[in-house]
C-alpha cells in the first residue's frame, strides 16, 4: 500500500509541468493563429466620425472651438467653460460623481468627450442626434451654462472684437447673424478628440 500511495504522490507533482506545458503550447498556437490571420490596413473597419451637412472642420475651425472650449463668457455669468466639465487633464471628464453647472450641481454626469464624435445619439439618454445639438442642449441648459438661447451666447461673444473677428475669419459672416457657428466651431473642435492606437493595435496592425 505504501509504494502505491508514494507514486500517486509522484504522478501529482509531475502534473503542474505537463500542465504548464500545455499552456505555453495552447498559448503559442493561438498568438501564431492571430498573427497568420489577414492584416488589413490601420483604421479601415472604423466609420467616419457623425457630422451633418454643414459640419466644419477646417483648421480654423478647429482652432476657435479649441479656444470656445475653455471659454467661461460662453455661460451668461461668465463662471462655467466646457473644459469645467470635460477637463483634459482629467480625461475630457471631471472626476466628479455629478458635475457643476453655473447655477449649481446638476443632475448629470459629465462623461469623457473622447470618441464622443463615433457616437449616435449623444447623452446617456440620447436627447441630442449629433455633437452640435449636444453643445446647443448645454449652451441653453438653466443649470449647465443658464443661456436662454445660443443666441444670447453668440451675441455676447459678438461683442468682444477677438471674437468678432475670429468668426468672421473662419467663417466669413458675421457672428451676430449666425449664431450657430458657436456650435459648428465647438464640433469641430470635439471631432479631433479621438482615441490612438494602444501598443497591441501597433503591433499586430489590424
Given at each position: ?9 509522484k ?17 503559442s ?16 473597419e472604423?466609420?467616419?466620425?457623425v ?66 464624435c ?84 501597433r503591433?499586430?496592425?489590424?
Amino acid at each position: 500500500a505504501l509504494p502505491s500511495l508514494l507514486s500517486g504522490v509522484k504522478m501529482k507533482t509531475e502534473m503542474p509541468p505537463l500542465g504548464l506545458w500545455m499552456f505555453f503550447a495552447i498559448s503559442s498556437i493561438i498568438v501564431a493563429s492571430l498573427l497568420a490571420m489577414p492584416r488589413c490596413s490601420r483604421g479601415a473597419e472604423i466609420r467616419p466620425p457623425v457630422a451633418l451637412a454643414d459640419s466644419v472642420s477646417g483648421a480654423k475651425h478647429v482652432a476657435l472651438g479649441h479656444r470656445l472650449w475653455f471659454e467661461r463668457r460662453l455661460s451668461r455669468r461668465g463662471t462655467t467653460s466646457c473644459a469645467d466639465c470635460h477637463d483634459p487633464a482629467k480625461g475630457w471628464s471631471d472626476g466628479k460623481r455629478v458635475s457643476d453647472g453655473e447655477n449649481g450641481q446638476t443632475s448629470r454626469n459629465a462623461p469623457t468627450i473622447v470618441n464622443a464624435c463615433y457616437s449616435i445619439p449623444q447623452f446617456g439618454d440620447g436627447r441630442a442626434a449629433h455633437l452640435e445639438g449636444q453643445a446647443k442642449t448645454v449652451i441653453e441648459n438653466g443649470t449647465e451654462m443658464g443661456n436662454d438661447s445660443t443666441g444670447e451666447a453668440a451675441r455676447r461673444l459678438a461683442r468682444i472684437p477677438e471674437y468678432r473677428e475670429a468668426f468672421r475669419e473662419a467663417f466669413g459672416r458675421p457672428l451676430e447673424r449666425n449664431p450657430n457657428d458657436v456650435l459648428l466651431a465647438l464640433a469641430a473642435f470635439e471631432r479631433t478628440i479621438v482615441s490612438t492606437d494602444a501598443p497591441i493595435d501597433r503591433a499586430l496592425q489590424w
